[in-house]
């Protein structure tokens, strides 16, 4: 193509520079004369018609036009080019109208062409244009123009194609450039030997800087580069320097503002002659948004792993829990191909479940055999019905599979209760329907709802039992109801001093009666609700019994009943335990036998069923010769509103909570109750109780007011000999203080003096102390001579040595081991009593008479039993009508003792108690009255700061013995 272009431009040139020499010599023609003009143009004439052969002979296209607008001349090679006819195009015109039909183009072409016609007349012009060609192609063309004169000469070159291409390449390089700048590519080069380097733009731009701050120098870059990561690339550069690898790293950045950046580099060295190395040219890339891609890949990567492990940890577990729910559900699963073949396969939990043989590497089961005839065993009806299940199920007449039935196990012989559910599956994968399913064994289940079914019925003779208790105790409480308002009736009559005496201490009785019918139903609902609590005392047996003996021993000598108690030779008599609920059951079991005897005799006894060496268990019998009870009476007779049967009730009275709650008191105790019985013969009445034995014997100390309250310090320090010292004390109700070493011993001494409670003896065990206990009890003398006479040694039998030392310097001495009642009477002794636990209660009741009294009671007919009962006793008696009251007039009078009630309006006792403990006086005795005797009530009145406390219906004998316990020991 090249040559072709060529061999035109040879042959072109010297046509044009013809054409050119033509129109000089026209404008010399024009300055002829007119005879010789037209010769000139004859000649002229016949030249331009050879030149116009020898331009058609051109492959260059060419064309003229004059002044006038006509195009003289098209060559071949441009009338082929556009394809019009040589008269289509005659004129400027013409030309104009078909080469450019869109008349906004038209107008600015032929602005364009006059623009080459006016520049061409001093030269050639060279413009493009579009121009559309007959056959309606578009076609870019170069035109070239020049003009002498009035004739303008045109050569076209259709550069279509070159234009394509430079449109081709200037896209390329523009995708090029858009390439570049999106790899972030920047270019170094640098001169190993002088250490200069040279950026380009883009490179700046990655290293965050202009290209005005870039120094030119390696330090410009290894400044930015990070620190942990310098020693590296270092490295990687000086190997590839000396022969090594072409340097290839990945490092990071940082830019001015201090964010960090990933670069990619590559670099390849250039050597002289000698192989040394010269400069390096290489290129940087930008890989920041790769590295943070690769580091979101792989948090997703690593989320994905923890997903998948965290997936596959749930799978394990569904797993775990699907085994685990058919073993804790005894549930194992089977299928049924419904090919007619008559087998079943059973998983290894299933067959157990069945109680068939397992079969490793089969498991398949004959129906009839294996699984309908076991189940027909155990009940044919139930069996038939199931069949027809599955069979209904098979057909799709039910959805699915639901059957419960007994089922006979062969491997035991049991029958146990089977629920089995399945579905029909159809899988076209598969040769045959299919049916799926599971099995449980529900025979607990259905062991649970009979015992249910039983437990309802239970209930509801339960509540019909109520129903009964509940006319039981409308009679029981209105009775004796009925007694007291009938005789309080009659005594208000004008009566004689003996009936009048006679109505009230029936009334009395009878209010007795209502309050023991009272105490059975709280106790019973206490025991319902769960608090009722079982507490642990040291006892005496025979306070035990003489307690129930007096209870009981009158009433059968009233109805001529022989009354005895009997005692085992090796029941110890000092024991542990709770001795109230103890006798309560006790004297239940004796008030019963006594009730239901009507002659005969009535024994207790007590025996020991086991015993080691600091417990036994005790067996307690009461033993009647009364009416006996029958089988079924005896299955039912502890139960609660039991009475063996409601003639019983209506004959002998009663509520029939009674062995009901002795039953829950032995439970709670530990023991077990029942009875032995024979209708019309009599009747033994047990229960067990397990006890504490009392190793130190300690004697149950009824101690007379004035020993109530006395102050005892134990300066035994802290062994065990002074933890048993402490408790015999205080068992024996005294107040005991412990000091555990002399300094101990003589601040406690101090201050006790100091507050004005000074202590009644202090035991010093000198054996503990050794010599220095000599130097302790001297200064005790000194610190109050009223104490002088009642310090007591503590020694052991042993230490005689120590004992005559004692004597010698005047100080009295107990020896270990020692009982309580040897302790006992030697205290009472040094008190300076005489027989402290005989003083009766009427010489200490004497000595209430001008004591003055503040009750604290809101009831009416409260106050006036409390007046009437303390002024009997000669004691002076002011009435508060709630707490705020109390409060007021302790702070305004002096008083002995007050007897606060724990209820009352506007303050309660317990708020009462506490205002005067913090506001006007420590010692003042406040003892409560309180209908609520519970434990946990008790603890209240005592956490709040009173002293002591009377349970009501008050029993004015306790009442005026607790006073003068309190008012004795305040004077």
Request: one cysteine or more; a negative charge; charged letters at 25%.
């Amino acid at each position: 193509m090249t040559d072709a272009i060529t061999v035109v431009l040879v042959i072109a040139v010297p046509l044009i520079l013809l054409v050119v020499a033509l129109l000089s010599m026209r404008g010399a023609f024009t300055r002829m004369p007119q005879q010789q003009q037209l010769d000139s143009f004859a000649a002229i004439r016949a030249g331009k018609d050879e030149l116009r052969q020898a331009l058609d002979a051109l492959p260059l296209p060419l064309a003229w036009h004059n002044q006038r607008r006509e195009i003289e001349f098209w060559n071949r090679r441009a009338l082929a080019m556009f394809g019009y006819a040589p008269e289509e195009i005659d004129t400027m015109d013409k030309w104009n109208a078909l080469a450019y039909p869109d008349p906004d183009y038209r107008r600015e072409m032929i602005k364009r062409w006059a623009a080459v016609e006016g520049e061409g007349a001093d030269g050639i012009r060279r413009d493009e244009f579009d121009i559309t060609c007959k056959d309606g192609r578009v076609i870019t063309v170069e035109i070239s123009g020049t003009r002498d004169g009035d004739l303008t000469i045109v050569a076209f070159n259709d550069i279509t194609e070159r234009k394509g291409a430079d449109e081709a390449l200037r896209a390329m390089s523009t995708r090029l450039q858009l390439a570049v700048a999106s790899a972030n590519t920047g270019i170094f080069d640098w001169d190993l030997v002088t250490n200069e380097v040279v950026w380009d733009d883009a490179m700046c731009r990655m290293y965050g800087i202009e290209q005005e701050d870039f120094n030119g120098f390696v330090t410009g870059w290894s400044e930015a580069v990070h620190p942990q990561d310098l020693p590296r690339v270092e490295a990687a550069l000086q190997t590839a320097m000396h022969g090594g690898p072409e340097y290839y790293e990945e490092y990071r950045i940082r830019w001015p503002d201090g964010t960090e950046h990933h670069i990619m580099a590559y670099g390849q060295t250039t050597r002289d002659a000698d192989g040394r190395p010269m400069r390096m040219v290489g290129a940087s890339y930008d890989i920041t948004e790769r590295k943070l891609a690769e580091a979101e890949l792989r948090r997703h990567r690593d989320h994905l792993e923890e997903l998948v492990a965290e997936r596959t940890a749930q799978l394990q577990r569904v797993n775990l829990f699907n085994e685990q729910a058919m073993d804790l559900t005894r549930t194992g699963y089977w299928f049924v191909p419904l090919d007619d073949s008559g087998f079943y396969t059973n998983s290894d939990r299933a067959a157990a479940i069945y109680g068939v043989p397992a079969k490793p590497g089969d498991w398949r089961y004959n129906l009839m055999e294996e699984w309908y005839c076991h189940m027909e065993s155990a009940d044919p009806v139930i069996a038939a019905q199931v069949s027809e299940k599955f069979t209904k199920t098979c057909s799709g007449e039910l959805p699915f599979y639901d059957a419960v039935y007994p089922f006979l196990r062969p491997v035991d012989g049991k029958i146990a209760w089977m629920h089995a559910m399945g579905i029909v599956v159809n899988d076209p994968k598969r040769p045959c329907r299919e049916m799926y399913g599971v099995v449980q064994d529900i025979t607990e289940i259905i062991e649970a709802k009979r015992e249910l079914e039983e437990a309802r019925a239970a209930a509801e003779a339960a509540n019909q039992a109520k129903s009964a208790f509940l006319a039981t105790m409308s009679h029981e409480i209105r009775t004796p109801l009925n007694a007291i308002l009938g005789m309080s009736h009659l005594a208000l009559k004008e009566r004689t001093e003996s009936e009048r005496r006679s109505y009230l201490e029936k009334i009395q009785r009878a209010g007795q009666h209502l309050l023991a019918v009272i105490n059975d139903v709280l106790d019973i609902s206490k025991i319902e609700a769960g608090r009722l609590t079982i507490e642990t005392a040291h006892f005496a047996l025979a306070e035990l019994l003489d307690n129930a003996a007096n209870v009981t021993a009158d009433r059968a000598a009233v109805k001529g009943l022989r009354f005895s108690v009997e005692v085992a030779a090796d029941v110890p008599a000092e024991l542990v335990g709770d001795q109230l609920r103890l006798g309560q059951v006790l004297i239940n079991y004796a008030t019963n036998a006594v009730k239901f005897t009507e002659r005969g005799e009535i024994t207790i006894s007590v025996s020991v069923d086991s015993r080691t060496l600091h417990d036994a268990v005790l067996r307690f019998c009461v033993r009647d010769t009364g009416i006996g009870l029958t089988a079924d009476q005896i299955d039912n007779v502890f139960d609660a509103f039991q009475q063996g049967d409601s003639s019983i009730t209506r004959r002998y009275g009663g509520t029939g909570l009674g062995l009901a709650i002795c039953r829950n008191l032995v439970r709670l105790m530990g023991g077990e109750m029942g009875v032995d019985s024979r209708l019309g013969v009599g009747s033994t009445f047990w229960f067990t109780a397990p006890v504490g034995i009392d190793g130190l014997q300690r004697r149950a100390v009824q101690l007379a007011p004035d020993l109530y309250g006395r102050r005892f310090l134990v300066a035994a320090g802290t062994g065990a000999e002074s933890a048993n010292l402490s408790a015999l004390l205080t068992g024996m109700r005294f107040t005991v203080v412990s000091a555990t070493d002399a300094e101990d011993t003589i601040t406690i001494l101090r201050e006790s003096i100091s507050s004005g409670r000074s202590f009644d003896i202090v035991l010093l065990d000198i054996e503990t102390f050794g010599s220095a206990g000599f130097a302790v009890a001297a200064q005790i003398k000194t610190l109050s001579s009223a104490l002088k006479q009642r310090i007591v040694l503590v020694n052991s039998a042993e230490r005689q040595d120590l004992k005559k030392q004692a004597e010698r310097s005047g100080y009295p001495t107990i020896d270990r081991p020692f009982d309580s009642s040897t302790l006992f009477d030697r205290l009472v002794s040094m008190l300076g009593l005489a027989d402290a636990a005989g003083i009766g209660n009427a010489e200490s009741i004497k000595a209430l008479h001008g004591a003055r009294v503040l009750v604290a009671e809101d009831n009416e007919f409260n106050q006036e039993v409390a007046r009437a009962i303390l002024g009997d006793a000669g004691l002076v008696v002011d009435i508060a009508d709630d707490g705020e009251a109390a409060v007021r007039m302790v702070m305004a009078s002096h008083y002995d003792a007050v007897l606060m009630d724990m209820q009352m309006p506007t303050m309660d006792g317990l708020t009462a108690t506490r205002q005067i403990r913090s506001s006007v006086s420590a010692e003042l005795p406040i003892i409560a009255m309180t209908a609520n005797a519970m434990q946990d009530n008790l603890q209240r009145c005592l956490d709040a700061g009173m002293d002591d406390f009377v349970a009501k219906p008050i029993d004015p004998d306790q009442l005026l013995v607790v006073l003068a316990r309190w008012i004795k020991r305040r004077e």
